[in-house]
């Protein structure tokens, strides 16, 4: 059974990364082209327990950043927020983001806009959230969405939380992460950089955050077991078919799969809670 509500794209809108060359194309476009709609490292259970964690309810404002094709937007607009705001710089994501409704009264908008500077006022939110966008980033734009994240936080409510990918275990030797991390570029054709847990917390402390609550899963994205998991067993098979009838795609994505088995010891999915770290002032 499906764990998200998965609604068709719009009729019309393209995919991100439609009319590219899927040999060449970033890999998580090339999974979306599939029909692959949950994009993120640790599956929905992992954004579940960060949505649990978040506690988002009838009296947030919530923003998320690079919202992609809306299977988080879809959980958080079910809690039925006072209002919800997608981010993203892809045209073709917020076209299929302006379609969302929520269940009530919720005022829901999409913004094309960078994560790290998303022209919406300072405490604009309570809650902000962003999954498997931050991995990508070199540090200093990693540095810039989180300070972007802080901006946005109503100071005395404010609540934010990252999902993404991890590697394992803290103290990892550094040349094997270098090894880790070139094999998926090499794979993913996205600048994949992810950090240790304690240096994302780290991070988050750095630009004015305090953790609060953190979890890791298992980074099982296309194995089987999670496909179904996270897409529903029909949907699945149709992605798997959509594979089979295109040599290019499935050639790039059992070399994704095969770098993250292969890598499967040293990565992960993580989330982390965290709120404003009072002023010391």
Known sequence: M????????????PVPGDG????????????????KR??????????????????VDPEDRVVELAAGLG????????RRPAAYTAVDRDAAAVATLSALVGPGATEVRAVRSDASDTGLPDGEATVVYGEAMLTMQPYPAKRRVVREARRLLDGSTGRYAIHELCLLP????????DRIT?????????????????????????????????????MALLEPR????DEGLVPALRIAGRA???????????????????HSAHLGAISLLAVPTPSQA
């Open 71 to 78: 299977a988080t937007a879809r959980l958080t607009l079910s």
């Open 182 to 218: 070139a094999d998926l570029q090499d794979a993913i054709h996205v600048g994949a950089r992810p950090l240790t847990p304690s240096d994302w917390s780290e991070l988050l402390a750095i630009e004015g955050f305090t953790v609060t609550a953190r979890k890791t899963a298992p």
């Open 38 to 55: 949950v994009l993120r490292p640790g599956g929905v259970e992992l954004t579940r327990w960060m949505l649990d964690a978040l506690g």
């Open 2 to 13: 499906a764990s998200t509500n998965h609604q068709p794209l719009q009729k019309g809108i």
């Open 20 to 35: 590219l060359d899927p040999a060449r194309m970033p890999g998580h476009w090339l999974l979306a082209r599939l029909g």
């Open 244 to 262: 089979l009838r295109d040599p290019a795609a499935l050639r790039r994505v059992l070399h994704m799969r095969r770098v993250f088995r292969r």
């Open 226 to 229: 999670r496909l179904i998991d």
């Open 170 to 177: 803290d103290g990892l030797d550094p040349a094997l992460a």
